[in-house]
């Protein structure tokens, strides 16, 4: 007679774990089939570019934030010195207050009728009394006096500690455009760094041509705009070669505006410090064809970039971090507009 018993079900455990090991083998076989291919060298070059455009732009923002810094650091030190001195000019005048209240008590004890009743000497009291009123005037013109240091003091001490305020949130603005910095030039070596050996020098060697190309650019013969254009720009073409570095302004490593400051320095003109104030440091020329060798040169539409025009549509400029100041092709970047100084 046949069995009609029900086979035994597969336990709890047995289950699971076959469960689990069907998810788990069609979860790789997903991620096998999703997986991002290795970006190739060129692709990791455009990210990497576009890493050091992002740093350059952190980098103008931190040395705008330096320059505010030392700005304040500055008025604070004068703001603190003017406080100093008035308060050392109320000490001498309270001394003084208090001579002419010592010398009013000890002549004032009596009552004026009565010592000119008792004095031996009339015309001698006169003259005392003469002085007197003298005395009370200069006591209430110095009393008037303090008065008003004191309200000039309270102001100083008053702006003195707004600009302290305004200088530890500056420093506070540094710190973190030093950290925006830093991550940006982080993450760029981190996508060079999964690059093959190979690749990396491939990509160096190719920086390294772009550089001594400089030499052999032809820059035409077209005449600066001014002689400070001519004096910067020649300046400017003798630290060819020199390390870019950010928050650098020479003269053996710049960043970007650093050079066009240290440049422009050189022909007693002086620029500010980043490259958005340099924006208005003179004539803007909108039309690529009007500018002149010389003339500053701004990219990208938020002018994180600057450089100087060499001639025949090539700029003199500090590119990026791990090159070195060179001229090249202006095409090479989105070029904003110029500016004659």
């Given amino acids: 007679m046949a069995s009609h018993r029900r086979p035994k079900p597969a336990s709890r455990t047995r289950v699971t774990v076959l469960t689990a090991t069907a998810a788990a083998a069609v979860a790789l076989t997903s991620q096998a089939a999703h997986a991002d291919p290795k970006p190739t060298k060129s692709q990791v070059k455009a990210k990497v570019d576009k890493l050091y455009e992002e740093a350059e732009a952190a980098t103008e923002k931190y040395n705008g934030a330096q320059e505010k810094q ?18 050392a000019e109320i000490n001498k005048q309270r001394d003084q207050l208090g001579a002419l209240a010592s010398a009013q008590y000890r002549s004032g004890g009596i009552d004026e009728s009565v010592q000119l009743f008792l004095s031996s000497d009339p015309a001698n009291f006169l003259d005392k009394a003469s002085s007197m009123d003298q005395l009370t005037a200069q006591q209430t013109e ?27 949130e500056t420093r506070k603005d540094l710190g973190a ?34 550089s001594r ?14 002689k400070y254009g001519a004096a910067a720009l020649q300046a400017g073409m003798s630290r060819i070669g020199k390390p870019y570095i950010w928050a650098h302004t020479g003269p053996d490593s710049f960043d970007c505006s650093g050079l066009t400051m240290w440049s422009y320095a050189q022909a007693n003109v002086s620029l500010p410090r980043t490259s958005q104030a340099q924006a208005n440091a003179g004539t803007r020329i909108y039309s690529q064809s009007a500018l002149k060798p010389g003339d500053l040169v701004l990219f990208f539409g938020d002018l994180s970039h600057i450089g100087i025009y060499a001639g025949n549509g090539q700029v003199l400029h500090a590119p990026k971090p791990g090159a070195y100041v060179r001229i090249e092709a202006m095409s090479n970047m989105t070029f904003e507009f110029g500016v004659r100084i």
């Fill in 70 to 87: 030392d700005k304040l650091k500055k008025q604070v030190d004068e703001l603190q010195d003017n406080v100093a001195r008035s308060q």
């Fill in 142 to 168: 110095a009393l008037k006096t303090f008065q008003a240091k004191q309200r000039s003091l309270a102001q100083q001490r008053q702006q003195a500690q707004d600009k302290l305020q305004d200088l530890a």
């Fill in 177 to 210: 455009q030093k950290k925006a910095v830093q991550g940006k030039l982080a993450d760029a070596q981190k996508l060079l760094n999964s690059l093959t050996a190979a690749e990396r020098q491939s990509l160096a060697a190719a920086d390294a041509r772009a």
């Fill in 213 to 226: 190309a400089s030499s052999r650019v032809d820059l035409g013969n077209e005449a600066p705009a001014s």
